[in-house]
């Protein structure tokens, strides 16, 4: 038992689980804002190409992630201008670190934040938005007092599911930010590294950890629906 | 308070879908304009285009002598009352009103001072601080009707406001916007697809039809003279009759029934072929010297006055006569029409002839 509970204090127990939470929560943040602020955009103008550039926003969703990690590695690499760009501001290439488990968490969760805030959108009344215009509110004023509102309860499922699906990325994160303890060893990597060397009371704890994180996140959809 | 003009206004959807064209109407101040017509005329695309809900693609709309074309809704100093109301769901009915007061950057006792005072005028003191869900059909009627007030704005766009209510409600509250326009004056367009709504609310109606006006005038002037036969038979509940017929020198053959006229009651100089309109409350039963005896299909009470169907020449009307006289299906009646109230229409072009 003693051992077991200097497990659970234990640093290498607990240094996944804040790098999965300081990755998903900086994640979550942006793909919940730029997720709420396209999907807006994308409910309500129509032009042509509309539909490939909503595809491609979605097909992270169905890639197998080792496809996503291909891209990232491809577009963020250190020959690519983007890569290159960065390695010039920042002194060192973006692959391999925090930023790159970032990015990666970024790309897979942005779909589901994506689609549900839309469906929030495209669900509401289109001419509650329209009252405020006439009412003489400006479009960034619409957008906050009247559609946010009006969505929020597909913006918090969206949200949710966007944070949970970040927390548990691996493929993508694996391929395009490593297996660096304490920086990007996330909880999902960190699980299959123990079972790989048959750490099984740690694969074990880690697997309850996110379990329990995961389904009361699905619960508080649920319950909010 | 203001004028407004719609020059040539025109709205093409996709290239090709054109859904009004050339709309020319010069509006003045106070006065309470009805755009009627059945759905799909054009008639809501209009007025989204004077809101600034949807851009013009040809032509010009100025309000107070101002082009308005590309100034955005929020600056045109227009409020309106939306079909379903579109009421903030997540707002009291306080918060509803004061919401456009607040985007117009007035100070908390003025808009304190101005909702209290349509709230007081439409009977929602006692449900400010409700939401709408908790609100009646009739109440969030008034609630979308106190939003617009409370803005004191220079044009009232309405848009079937009173489409989603029951038949009494919507009685009642016709009468209400009627006392609502002549206490504040404002200049109000109004749409709706009911012509009795029509008739008894406008000043001026202006009648469309596939995107294009038909007539523009007084509630009267439509009812009595109307350009074609469209108007005619879109203004007026239950609708006029028509009858093709031809000309003879001194009278009308419908089918098989001659009916004799004075020669200065028919049109001189047009075609033999014609088509008559006769209101069903210009028909009545004379026992004397009828025009034509009919056998009657079909009998409806509607209180004061029984709708009877029956057949002119093998062409089906309907005649409204007073309830007082006992008509049975199967009876056989002598009628006689009004024969100055008749109207002639060009069989071919529809246009009134006379």
Known sequence: ?225 | MANLKLQQLTKVYNKNEIAVKDFNLDIKDKEFIVFVGPSGCGKSTILRMVAGLEDITHGELFIDNQKMNDVSSKDRDIAMVFQNYALYPHMTVYQNMAFGLKMRKQTKTEIERRVNEAAAILGLKPFLHRKPAALSGGQRQRVALGRAIVRDANVFLMDEPLSSLDAKLRVQMRSEIISLHSRLQTTTIYVTHDQTEAMTMATRLVVLNHGQIQQIGTPKEVYEQPVNVFVAGFIGSPAMNFFSGSLTASGLKIGDQYIPIPAGLLPQNSSQDIIIGVRPEDMYIESATPMFHTEIEAVELLGADTMINAGLGDQPFTARIPSSIAIEPGQTLPLSIHLNRMLFFDSQSKNRIF
């Not at chain 1, 996503?68 to 973006?94: C, E, H, M, Y």
């Not at chain 1, 490593?178 to 880690?206: F, K, R």
């Open chain 1, 1 to 225: 038992m003693d051992s077991l509970l200097n497990s659970i204090f234990s640093e290498a127990f607990l240094s996944p689980i804040w790098v999965s939470l300081k990755i998903a929560i900086i994640a979550g943040i942006i793909v919940i804002l730029i997720g709420t602020v396209a999907a807006r955009f994308f409910a309500r103008k129509q032009f042509r190409g509309k539909a490939v550039i909503e595809t491609l926003l979605m097909l992270p969703m169905v890639l197998p992630p080792t496809v996503v990690g291909f891209f990232l590695i491809v577009i963020f690499g250190k020959n690519s201008w983007a890569g290159q760009a960065i390695t010039w501001l920042f002194d060192r290439p973006i692959i391999f670190t925090w930023w790159a488990a970032v990015i990666a968490a970024i790309v897979v969760a942005f779909p589901l934040m994506y689609q549900s805030a839309k469906s929030g959108f495209l669900a509401m009344d289109r001419d509650i938005e329209n009252a405020a215009r006439v009412d003489g509110a400006s479009e960034w004023k619409i957008f906050f007092f009247i559609s946010i509102p009006l969505a929020s309860k597909a913006l918090i499922s969206g949200s949710i599911l966007s944070f949970a699906r970040a927390l548990g990325e691996f493929g993508a994160t694996l391929m395009f930010a490593g297996n660096i303890p304490g920086e990007t060893q996330t909880l999902p990597i960190a699980i299959y590294i123990a079972i790989d060397s048959g750490n099984m009371v740690m694969a074990w704890l880690w697997v309850i950890a996110i379990v329990t994180l995961s389904f009361l996140m699905l619960l508080a959809v649920r319950v909010k629906e």
